[in-house]
């Protein structure tokens, strides 16, 4: 969850589908900015939920669920009531499979 503020999110360009700004936070668990960092920007930005996605697109069980466990704790240190939403899996979306179809296939044209 490192701290970006509303940033450009990825491909959507930090908007939602309904053509709203969605501001994205992000902070890490190893590493700095921490999820704390992150969660105390979303806190005084006055925000109220709370969508949690991991880089990793494979739920990893509890690996995963240590992330989430220091978001919350993290959540509930701020002081604010949060609603959260845990997206655990993506790695069968389409968009990221055809992500990785291309790298391979970018990746094979180098082979003689």
Known sequence: M??????????????S??????PVYV???H???RIAEAAARI???GHDAVIAMPLT???SGKGLDGYFERMDQALVGTGRA????????????PRLL??????????AAGIP
Do not use: C, K, N
Request: hydrophobic share 35%; net charge positive.
């Open 82 to 93: 949060f609603q959260t939403v845990r997206g655990r899996s993506w790695h069968d979306q």
């Open 98 to 107: 055809d992500a990785y179809a291309a790298s391979i296939r970018d990746a």
């Open 57 to 59: 697109p494979y739920d």
């Open 27 to 29: 902070g890490m668990r």
């Open 2 to 15: 490192r701290s970006l503020g509303p940033a450009s999110a990825a491909s959507s360009g930090g908007r």
């Open 31 to 33: 590493s700095e900015p």
């Open 43 to 45: 806190a005084v930005a």
């Open 17 to 22: 589908t309904a053509g709203g700004a969605v």
